[in-house]
């Protein structure tokens, strides 16, 4: 027996990701953000509040990291998404997180995270006074630790962590449970 629920935000796994930028003065910020995906082989979107720093340095850079919130850097994803540039012009700082300019782009790369997109804005839309972000992926820098022998991902040893809006909680990626493209084919060949 089915009933309606009041949540409506049902869709996971949310990602949880560090958006890396640079303010006016180049001083690094950044944010967590479980609002955002990649639609597409070279873009993503985002839905920031434009009252975040984060949203302001956006807006000036058109450049920005996302980083891949992982099991090992948890509590730096936490912390933040919990304390504003906009109120302590120190948060990055205080993080003890590691900063390097991006060779590409004016813009972040924070060394504690093992994964990181270099994105460039494309538009930026007023969705009910947020920042609806969507952005080209320009580049993508991996520590090799996390890689296969073939230079992909491995998502075993990147251990992504995801948002659960309903709990307020961070969930690891769960195991391998079928093959894609191919488990579908016990039902096609009926
Ligand atoms: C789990 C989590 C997910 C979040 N997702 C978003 C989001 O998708 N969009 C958003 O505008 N703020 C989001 N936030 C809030 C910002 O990360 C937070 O307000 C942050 O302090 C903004 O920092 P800034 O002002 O330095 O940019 C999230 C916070 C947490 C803890």
């Given amino acids: ?13 949310l990602p949880v990701l560090i958006i ?9 910020d950044a944010m967590n953000a479980a609002w955002g995906t990649q639609c597409g082989y070279e873009e993503l979107t985002l839905l920031l ?4 720093k984060t ?17 090992d850097t948890l509590v730096l994803c936490d912390y933040f998404g919990i304390v504003s540039a906009n109120k302590d012009s120190e948060k990055v700082e205080k993080s003890g ?3 390097v300019k991006s060779n590409k782009i004016n813009a972040p790369v924070i060394e504690d995270f093992p994964l990181t997109m270099e994105c460039e804005v494309i538009n930026i839309d007023d969705y009910k ?6 952005a080209r992926v320009i580049s993508v820098l991996a520590d090799k630790k ?3 022998e073939s230079g992909k991902v491995d998502y075993d ?5 995801s948002f659960d809006s309903e709990t307020h909680t961070y969930r690891e990626l769960g195991a391998v449970v079928g093959k894609a493209f191919h488990d579908g084919t016990a039902l096609s060949q009926k």
């Fill in 157 to 161: 040893k990147l251990r992504p962590i």
């Fill in 20 to 28: 890396g930028t640079y303010d006016a003065n180049g001083n690094p």
């Fill in 49 to 52: 509040d434009a009252a975040h």
């Fill in 97 to 99: 997180a590691k900063i």
């Fill in 1 to 13: 027996m089915k009933e309606y629920i009041k949540s409506k935000i049902v869709v996971t796994p």
């Fill in 146 to 148: 996390i890689l296969n």
């Fill in 129 to 134: 006074g947020d920042a609806r972000i969507t």
């Fill in 55 to 71: 949203t302001e340095n956006i807006k000036l850079n058109k450049q920005f990291t996302v980083a891949i919130g992982t099991v």
